[in-house]
């Protein structure tokens, strides 16, 4: 058996066990946070390539064919040639930011040479995946200032010790003019315009400049510089790493293979992509009982994604604790404190983790909100009116009705009745956000058995929560 696979079975055992229990979740902890700095070179090439792919969008040009190439290196004695790019547009790093650092360290445990590329030349273009609008290019300030900090706070999940530092400049700096023209000859335009992006921009009036243009081209430079096997990046990279196929195979060399991770949904429930803009972000830098109560605060939906996003459990481990929760043999809650836990382990350590989870709990589990002060409404004034129009024009608690009624589609939006007994949390359908506030509140309290008057009842949104009164 494999020293994951060693882990693994010890880990299963615990996932059966009582998970309300800080001292399992403790040991659960210790052991699944151990794997961070598991050597995985004792696993076969196969399985190596299915633990990268259980954790990717997709491998181009397949799984099968990176388990061929890992068995090719190994047998020549070395390990595949990989890069992850960055480009260093922020000095403060969110949770988003590590999927990839963490997919890389896999590769890194696994034996196989490791280079993080810093784009000091290509950030001052600006990276144009997924925006509607041209990026400000960044100064040497700029990116002197945000690489500062960057390593500090990615290295717990990223050995930084073991690992090539190249900056792009080195070969992207000295091409020449000739050189360029050159290369471009070779590449349809009709290729760089395929981007959606792109194509809405242009649509749409807005401008595209030629360094936008150019972009692809220079983060495909790059490859070829570093003859690279295979290249990381985000879902909405995938274009320009094809595009690091495409000029490799024309210098002549092997094509890599592109491997693309997932784009992290933020805390909120909304479906945008984790963003500082949105305000939807995990930062690194937050203290453990923040990082701990942001992820508390997340739909219960999203707990599954985040557990393949942040941790080191395996397929079959997140689908047993889901399944728990399907079963109602584990409660949702239960479940979060553990991802939560993991997060702020992977941070700060198990023994900090344990002192937030225990901070929570004192906090929060034991207290009903009716110690907490929260805006209300009244249900004889304004129980005609649609729940999202509620939230939106009453509460203010969504910008709009249709904003209102994306926060229900990702099961953001709940009635909580308190009792004497506890608490009840009812997630409400889309469909019950457009109908009005009297006939769902009364629908949800005969459903759950609790009578009229007896218990205070909570409108919740996102994190957001008001008392509704007249029920």
């Known amino acids: 058996m494999t020293r994951l696979g060693e882990s693994v079975a010890r880990a299963s055992e615990l996932l059966t066990q009582d998970l309300s229990s800080d001292k399992t979740v403790e040991r659960l902890l210790e052991e699944t946070g151990s794997r961070r700095y598991l050597d995985l070179t004792d696993l076969s090439p196969t399985e190596q390539a299915e633990l990268i792919a259980s954790r990717t969008v997709e491998i181009l040009p397949g799984t099968e064919e990176l388990a061929k190439r890992i068995e090719e290196r190994r047998g020549a004695g070395r390990g595949l040639a990989i890069k992850l790019g960055i480009d260093p547009t922020a000095a403060d790093v969110h949770l988003g930011h590590v999927v990839p650092m963490i997919i890389l360290s896999r590769f890194q445990r696994m034996g196989h040479d490791v280079t993080l590329l810093i784009g000091d030349f290509t950030a001052k273009i600006g990276d144009p995946s ?200 584990l409660h949702p809650m239960d479940l979060k404190k553990v991802l939560a836990g993991e997060v702020v382990a992977a941070l700060y350590g198990v023994e900090k983790a344990m002192a937030a989870r225990a901070g929570f709990v004192a906090q929060f589990s034991k207290k009903s909100f009716t110690d907490v002060e929260t805006p209300v409404v009244d249900a004889g004034e304004h129980g005609a009116e649609s729940i999202a129009t509620v939230l939106s024009k009453v509460l203010a608690f969504q910008p709009s009705a249709s904003a209102a009624r994306r926060v229900a589609k990702q099961n953001g939006l709940r009635l909580v009745i308190e009792t004497e007994g506890g608490q009840e949390s009812v997630v409400l359908p889309e469909a019950q956000a457009v109908r009005p506030l009297a006939e769902v509140v009364a629908e949800t309290l005969a459903g759950t058995g609790a009578a009229p008057g007896s218990g205070t009842v909570y409108l919740k949104a996102g994190r957001k929560i008001a008392q509704v009164r007249g029920v």
Do not use: H
């Open 130 to 329: 997924g925006r509607t609008a041209e990026r400000p290019p960044l100064t040497d300030e700029d990116i002197a200032r945000n690489l500062a900090g960057y390593q500090d706070q990615v290295r717990p999940f990223f050995d930084f010790e073991r690992v090539s530092l190249r900056q792009n400049s080195e070969w992207l700096a000295p091409f020449t003019f000739p050189e360029l023209l050159g290369l471009l000859s070779q590449v349809p335009v009709s290729q760089l315009l395929q981007r959606e992006d792109f194509r809405n921009r242009l649509a749409a009036g807005s401008g595209l400049t030629m360094s936008e243009l150019l972009y692809p081209i220079a983060q495909a430079l790059d490859s070829v510089a570093l003859e690279c096997d295979v290249e990381l990046g985000g879902a909405d990279q995938l274009l320009n790493l094809q595009m690091g196929r495409k000029l490799m195979e024309l210098r002549g060399q092997r094509p890599q293979l592109v491997v693309t991770m997932p784009l992290i949904e933020g805390t909120d429930g909304t479906g945008a992509k984790m963003s500082k803009s949105k305000g939807n972000y995990v930062a690194l830098s937050a203290t453990a009982d923040d990082v701990f109560g942001k992820i508390m605060s997340i739909p219960d939906r999203l707990m599954k994604p985040y557990l393949e996003a942040w941790t080191e459990w395996t397929d079959a481990e997140i689908a047993a604790a889901v399944a728990r929760v399907g079963d109602r043999s």
